[in-house]
């Protein structure tokens, strides 16, 4: 059965929300077994720690190779494209190997620099959880790049369903760690990232790749170390910002780096619903039309892609930034995860969302340079976010708590996207992202007075029938989606059918 690319968009995200909610009720189970404790903030640190140091790498090595396998596919045909992704793999698990045993000889010291605040037995765990986290970016060096191949190939839902095995185990193994030991909590990370890359090898496999042995790296393959060198340090400022948060709070009062995490967990599912679907459909098509030397299908696929982040993530952020308080009362207040971590989280969530809209269209932008193989350029507007960040998060820490170091990434969020802005019409003239301001505005308008409804909806269930506040949260979502999709129609608006129109491809089951 065949399906268009707009309804593959809305699989993609129903699976997607589905992972998420593995994903949340495997944090709902964390907060609930251990809540804002010492073995929590370990937990933490020791599954970013190794993200900060290397995964970013080997995720920019799978970003960067799309276009060159793009090149090769169309030049050379499927057999020089499996031989250059054997090499590619090759080459990327041998790098990760080399920094897993890095960071598991090293790991004492590296929660020394990256959690200095953390003494006695919160430090040695972490150092025990980090030697466990750091063996699986073995794995997620190859996984990335089957994605990729995958994607490229027209198959994007299989991949997701991929995530299932890994967040599945993930939350098993919280579950054995709660009643058994909580030492064994690092190994679901391991685990569960070798059954999704076993996955995504029996997957490529019957998308027509085959394993080529020969022993010598061509140069295709060498390039992409070269390439993923600037991607890495544009593409993960994020992460960069997100990690000195973790650092500088791990230094305040204890639960901060929990509270931390748990905020922007909320805000990281929003942002992979929304931007993080339309850029995996997106960037093949980007790809494709760079290397087809198509500029109108180029730009209608950046044109597009921006609108339908912006129509999703605006309603998100001003919903989340309205609603902080009840949604992570509804979302993790249960057993060791009291009162007094709802403070501690509220704010956090608050401001992360305050830059929601900044990360997805900045993820676009990031995109649209690498597809035309300017790997360079984002470095700048990274280095000019990474800096900002830094400096607010020194300067907010003290007065706001965990609550600064959350305002500044997003303020940080905001400066990255404005840069890409500047630098895109700056080397890339020919390139068009926003159709028009007149359509921005009327998206932002429509997203403002939707939420804005949706508050007297709020309040008056909670206080003339004093309903539970996940009757009066649900409530005014309904309210909001609903003033939303009428503005949206009344304003002659496109919505998700843009996609379906900017991408004629379709994939198979």
Known sequence: MMRTAAQTAAMMAVLTLGTKFLGFLREVFLAGFFGTSPVTDAYVMAGAIPGILFAGVFTSMSVSYMPLFSDIMEREGRDSGNRFTSQAITLSAGIAALCAVLGIIFADQLVSIFAAGFEGETAALTAFYLRITFSYIVFNAGAGLLESYLQYNGTFLKPVLAGYLQSGFVLVAIVASALLDYRLLALGLLIGTILRTLALVVFAVQRGFSWDASGKISEAAKTIVALAIPVFIGSTVNQVNTFVDKMLASGLAQGSVSALNYGYLLI????TLTITVVVTIIYPKLTRSRS???????NRASTAGFAVALIISTPCALGAMLYSEPVIRMVYERGAFDRASTELTVGAFGFYALGLVFVAVNAL????????????????????AALTNIALNLALVGPLQQRGLALATSIAAFVNTAALFVLLRKKHPEVRVVESSAKTAKILAAALASVAVSWPVYIGLGRLANLHVFVSLGAAVAAAASAYLLLLHFLKIEELSLLGDLVRRRESR
């Open 365 to 384: 932008l990031v995109k649209i340079f690498y597809a035309r193989q300017d790997m360079k350029t984002p470095v700048i507007a990274g280095a000019a």
């Open 292 to 298: 087809a030397l198509e500029d109108e299908g180029f």
């Open 268 to 271: 990281n599912m929003i942002t």
